[in-house]
């Protein structure tokens, strides 16, 4: 309440903005619109996801009458049509057990990725579909699922006339972000209230609360805006109240505190003017009333006294300083102080640390020396040894040698160190000296000889930087300057004023200072320059940096030496320009005597410093007085400005309740249409009204007493007087505003009890009659053949029957219910010689059996079509269902009820009933006449209750749980195949598995080993056929389990049935009934078809790796010939466990490869197509299958190329050329012999 009533009091003082007035049509157009198409892309319910990049086929459908009725199973897609038409229009979706809600909602959906990788987990809209492993699914990295929806609707004016359509999209921005684009209803020229009243208000019913607010009560409150002037009324009194009372004494309050503290603020002032009357003002001090000029020259006074005694620090900082100008005045005052103590820490500027650190003692400096010199006495040796190349070259060889001797405890014994033989008189043919003489002489000069000279140097370049005192170590990298003086120089001049408290006003100081400087130096003596000693000549010319090195260094001691010398003195130096508080006759020197002379000055001005300050603060109280009175000023404007609104509520809150009157009763008399008091004292409609926040308060009660209706009336009750409410509500606004005639009912019969459900029908007929167009579903036939009854006699009714989508159907469908069907049959008998109701007789009848057949294919494992081109319709259906039954697949396909609807001659090829229903469907249609259906009435008629059978046959069986499989116990195992011993390592990367590995065998003992054990219940077939795709390719061995199983579906198995085996993927049903044997071709267009098994039929063994060697194929046919053994079993040297996906599918992560041979670059041609293992000079290692040389002219060049979808070809050089192209060079490859999927 009180941010609005200081809004209101606020707003008094502002100017009104100026707002034109509402327009206002009276002879606006009425208009009530009805929907006439729908047509929705890729929603949820209505669509599989497809892939990316290529959808379901749209749905499509045009509601032709009053009501459409939409029957179907629990899950078929009835709410999700009802939702796309609903989203459409408002943007929200009918949710199970909960009110509407946005349909841009988002939720995590994860994706299994089977036991090799995590789930992943991806963001997705609530109107998108599900993505299917079976088709497409989005990468691992993606994070969201991609959005693309739309629908668009169609409607029509009452007298036929079509709209433009409307349409909501969603898709994601690249960012990932939702993005929601929807219609407006001033599009089509209706009221913001008209998409919602018959689509998400019907929605909330089953979850309204009497009593509570709702999106329907706060619709009729704010129906006609009146409800809104009756909550003004009531807020303007209340905020009356609080402004006149509570605010208005809160701010007099205020007004008393600031009073007190001018008063305060005053006599402070007064009081330092009492202590220094110097400063007081020409007139009184003003008081808080005073006009604000008095306040601004009271500042002005004493501004102009501060500048005044300022100014005399123009004498200490020359012309520069202007005390009139208030910045400099406040630089002054803040530098002073930390000037001051920047002076007494002077020994702290960097350079004057620096000068502090140039000192060495005795000891150290004395150590120095011994190091320069030792350092000339080795230039000097290394100098005479390169006047005679021969001798330096060999005695640095003779050097290292015995550099060796010595690091290895080897003693001088006359003997060779390298072949142990004797030295005694062995000469060095190049100097001519004897070698035992050579190393005797180099023997404790080792480490100087056995260097170059260029070596020598950076080691005593090193030597010096890390073992130099710190005072001498940081002077190596730079020249010092011209002597210890410009050293203090610098830090009085340079380092000082860098300082913050020397970079204001201070800063006039400097030539002060410098003059201050030159007088304190000009008696120190001058430096004398070192004497540089000079490296030998031929040493100097390979060490120049370490003769730089050196000069700086000696340059350095004589700093040292000077300081040592002269360090009295250039204290003494400092301290005069530094100057002292007291310089014996009571006065201060140098910069501390210009310093202390400012600090006084500033410190003159204190008391008027503080006048200033009083001064502002009375001048901040006296604005806050006059902003505080204005305040209260408008507290007063603003309660006699709400003393006129208050009474506008009371001719509103009349019209409100007149309104409310007319609902009730279109209301009473709806809910008595639509339920039934089951006793003559059961409480009956007394009162119907809303609250001005949205809440339906309905009163029920019986002679002369009446309660809540939430309190006395039961659940069918209170929700059938809901519906009455809002059917009225409904019937007032199409009445005088229009709209669009469309209600939207999800499953109706559930907001009544049973015995009121055909009164419900009855209601929804007269709704129709009254110009509603209603769309309606139900899962309850009972209520489904009600409702059709009702309006079947006005012919206000459409009957249709919902197909859910499934791994066979994309799309959604809908087909006319049989009740329907046979009234287009009626309607054919009853219009003799009627082209049209013949056309229309005959092409429903083809939907009605196309739409039921599909149904039957919802089992991945028995689809409707075996290649992707085949279109589900109606002949391949048949042909589908044909095969099915014939094979006896399961339990559906064996009942008679199917064999029976297929031999059916109605359905045979060239059969006249066939042709009709073929023709009904193309676009040859028109040409059908009356005769030719009349002539295969009785097969339609005989079709018609077949198909019904079959389609009921399938909801049985649907109803039942899944029959779980009994493995047989009488099954023979195959012979297992005999393998050489062997017992190799799984190597951890691709390098170890390609190199050439131990003979001795890992010494690891936590290294894993695949051993031929492996093999002992194991089997090999050759596969001949290309019906196990990239995975085991035709032509190579799969490894199988000896003993028949019962594996699990998309398993790879091969199948024994007598005499033949096939090589094929598992399919299974999710009810267990039998199972099919797919095919999976290289070629797509080559591919074997699905074959369809009996539980037991086969024998089925697992298949659990593969050998890729080429094998003579064995005589026969079948697609797959069980093998004795194979010798690559013997060559197998390593094993690995497979980490990348570049050899998917062949090689799946976390399986096994089996290693032969190592290849060398000469055996590459005859193995060209085979599976390696390379591993690079570089360190890389890949999986590749040998390619073919570049060209005849660099035969050394290969291409590698990849042996799955997931990896990319190479060129490898298969040895180093020189001059050869800069390529990877191979430095192993190893034959891959095959792969273990199970270890």
């Known amino acids: 309440m009180t941010p609005d009533c200081e809004a209101i009091i606020s707003s008094i003082s502002a100017n009104p903005a100026q707002v034109p007035p509402p327009a206002i ?62 989203w459409c229009l408002t943007g929200k979706l009918l949710r199970p057990q909960r009110l509407p809600e946005s ?35 989005p990468a691992v990295a993606a994070k969201t699922v991609p959005a693309d929806t739309w629908v668009e609707l169609t409607f029509e004016l009452e007298d036929g006339t079509r709209l433009p359509p409307i349409r909501r999209t969603q898709s994601r921005k690249t960012s990932g972000k939702l993005e929601e684009v929807g219609p407006n209803a001033a599009d089509l020229g209706l009221d913001p209230i008209a998409f919602n009243l018959g689509t998400t208000m019907p929605g909330l019913l089953p979850y309204l609360q009497i009593g509570n607010p709702s999106e329907l009560g706060l619709a009729v409150a704010k129906l006609t805006g009146l409800s809104d002037l009756v909550a003004l009324a009531k807020h303007a009194t209340r905020a009356r109240a609080k402004i006149a009372g509570d605010i208005t004494k809160e701010r007099k309050n205020e007004l008393e505190r600031i009073e007190a503290d001018y008063r305060q603020h005053r006599s402070d002032l007064e009081q330092r003017i009492s202590e220094f009357p110097e400063m007081a003002p020409a007139t009184d001090l003003p008081v808080i009333n005073d006009d604000p000029t008095a306040f601004v020259a009271l500042g002005r006074h004493f501004e102009n006294l501060k500048a005044n005694g300022l100014a005399h620090a123009r004498d200490v900082l020359g012309d520069t300083f202007d005390a009139s100008d208030a910045a400099q005045r406040q630089s002054l005052e803040q530098c002073i102080a930390p000037a001051l103590e920047q002076v007494r820490r002077l020994s702290q500027l960097p350079s004057m640390e620096r000068l502090s650190a140039l000192k060495l003692e005795t000891d150290a400096r004395q150590e120095v020396d011994s190091l320069i010199d030792r350092l000339f006495d080795e230039a000097a040796t290394l100098e005479e040894l390169s006047a005679n190349p021969v001798l330096e070259r060999r005695t640095q060889l003779y050097a290292r040698v015995t550099g060796w001797m010595h690091e290895h405890g080897k003693a001088h014994d006359d003997h060779c160190a390298v072949c142990h033989h004797s030295l005694a008189g062995v000469i060095d043919v190049e100097t001519g000296g004897l070698v035992a003489d050579h190393l005797r002489q180099v023997a404790e000069d080792s480490e100087i000889l056995s260097k170059t000279v260029a070596q020598w140097a950076d080691a005593w370049t090193g030597k010096l930087a890390r073992d130099l005192p710190d005072a001498l170590r940081r002077d190596l990298q730079k020249d010092l300057p011209e002597s210890p003086v410009a050293i203090l120089r610098t830090a009085l001049l340079d380092d000082l004023f860098s300082a913050e408290s ?22 120190l003596p001058a430096l004398t320059e070192p004497e540089q000693r000079v490296l030998p000549t031929r040493v100097g010319a390979h060490a120049v940096k370490l003769g730089k090195t050196l000069n700086r260094l000696i340059r350095a001691l004589a700093f040292v030496d000077w300081i040592t010398a002269h360090r009295d003195e250039l204290v003494a130096a400092l301290e005069e320009v530094r100057g002292k508080a007291d310089g014996g006759d009571g006065q201060a020197t140098g910069l501390r005597a210009q310093l202390i002379r400012l600090d006084a000055i500033v410190k003159g001005v204190a008391p008027i410093n503080a006048a200033i300050d009083l001064s502002k603060r009375m001048s901040t109280a006296q604005v806050a007085h006059k902003r505080k009175l204005k305040a209260i000023e408008d507290c007063g404007t603003a309660a006699a400005a709400l003393d006129e609104i208050i009474p506008v509520g009371d001719l ?79 019937e007032h606004v199409l009445r005088t505003d229009g709209g669009l005639s469309l209600i939207i009912l999800d499953d109706p019969q559930d907001l009544l009890d049973y015995d009121n459900r055909a009164r419900l029908a009855r209601a929804l007929d007269q709704l129709a009659a009254g110009g509603a167009q209603i769309l309606a579903t139900t899962y309850d036939r009972s209520f489904g053949r009600i409702l059709v009854a009702e309006a079947r006699g006005t012919n206000r009714v459409e009957h249709r029957a919902v197909h859910p989508v499934h791994a066979s159907r994309g799309t959604l469908e809908t087909s006319l219910a049989i009740e329907d069907l046979d009234r287009k049959r009626k309607d054919f008998v009853s219009n003799a010689d009627s082209a049209p109701h013949a056309q229309d007789y005959a092409n429903q009848s083809r939907i009605f059996l196309e739409a039921r057949l599909g149904d039957l294919f919802d089992d991945p494992a028995y689809p409707a079509f075996s290649a992707p081109t ?43 009933p066939r042709r009709v229903l073929n023709q009904a469907h193309h676009r040859d249609a028109n040409a059908l006449s009356y005769v030719d259906v009349k002539n295969v009435d009785a097969d339609l008629k005989r079709l018609r209750s077949a198909v019904e059978r079959v389609h009921e046959e399938f909801r049985r069986y649907r109803w039942r749980e899944p029959l779980q499989e009994a493995v047989p116990d009488n099954v023979v195992p195959l012979t297992v195949v005999t393998a050489p011993a062997f017992n190799v390592p799984i190597v951890q990367d691709i390098a170890a598995f390609s190199d050439n590995v131990p003979s001795g065998g890992s010494q690891d003992v936590g290294l894993e080993m695949l051993s031929s054990q492996w093999f002992d219940d194991k089997s090999l077939f050759y596969v001949r056929r290309d019906t196990m795709g990239f995975t085991i390719p035709a032509g190579s061995i799969a490894i199988v389990e000896a003993a028949p199983s019962s594996p699990a579906d998309h398993d790879l198995v091969i199948g024994r049935r007598g005499t033949q085996a096939f090589a094929r993927r598992l399919l299974r049903p999710r009810n267990g009934e039998g199972y099919s044997l797919a095919a999976e071709a290289t070629d797509p267009r080559s591919g074997r078809p699905t074959l369809a098994f009996e539980n037991h039929e086969l024998d089925l063994h697992r298949v659990v790796g593969a050998l890729f060697v080429q094998v003579p194929p064995p005589a026969g046919r079948e697609e797959a010939v069980l093998l004795e053994g194979h010798p690559a079993l013997g060559r197998v040297e390593v094993a690995y466990r497979v980490r990348e996906e570049s050899a998917v599918p062949r090689v799946m992560p976390g399986q096994i490869i089996l290693g032969g041979a190592v290849l060398t670059s000469e055996q590459l041609d005859a193995m060209e197509g085979e599976m390696v293992a390379v591993t690079l000079e570089d360190g890389d290692s890949i999986l590749k299958r040998i390619g073919a040389p570049l060209s005849r002219s660099m035969p050394y060049l290969r291409q590698f190329e990849t042996i799955g979808g997931l990896g990319a070809s190479v060129v490898l050089a298969t040895e180093r050329v020189e001059g050869a192209p800069d390529l990877p060079v191979m430095l192993n490859a190893r034959l891959v012999l095959g792969v273990v999927y199970r270890s």
């Open 870 to 912: 085949d279109a589900p319709t109606l002949m391949p259906l048949v042909g589908r269902l044909r095969s099915l039954v014939t094979a006896r697949s399961n339990e559906l396909f064996r009942s008679p009820v199917l064999s029976r609807f297929c031999d059916d001659p109605a359905l045979a090829d060239g059969a006249e």
């Open 25 to 86: 049509f009276a002879d606006r157009e009425r208009r009530v619109l009805r929907l006439a198409k729908i047509v929705a892309h890729r929603f949820a319910g209505l669509h599989a996801y497809g892939s990316a990049d290529e959808s379901s086929a749209d749905f499509v459908f045009e509601p032709n009458s009053p009501i459409t009725v939409f029957e179907g199973w629990n899950g078929s897609g009835k709410t999700s049509l009802m939702n796309s038409v609903i």
């Open 103 to 137: 349909g841009d909602a988002e939720f995590d959906c994860e994706i299994d990725r089977g036991a090799t990788e995590e789930a992943s987990q991806h963001k997705i809209s609530a109107v998108t579909p599900l993505p299917s492993a079976q088709h497409w699914t």
């Open 652 to 730: 509103a809150t009349a019209q409100v309740e007149g309104l409310q009157a007319r609902l009730h009763d279109r209301a009473e008399y709806w809910r008595n249409a639509i339920y039934q008091n089951a006793t003559t004292l059961s409480p009956k409609p007394c009162r119907t009204g809303m609250t001005p926040q949205g809440a339906i308060a309905i009163q029920v009660g019986r002679d002369g007493v009446n309660a809540p209706a939430q309190h006395v009336s039961n659940a069918s009750a209170l929700r059938a007087s809901l519906l009455g409410f809002y059917l009225a509500f409904r």
């Open 502 to 523: 020397f970079t204001g006003v201070l800063s006039s100081l400097r030539p002060t200072v410098e003059t201050l400087t030159d007088q304190a130096t000009a008696e």
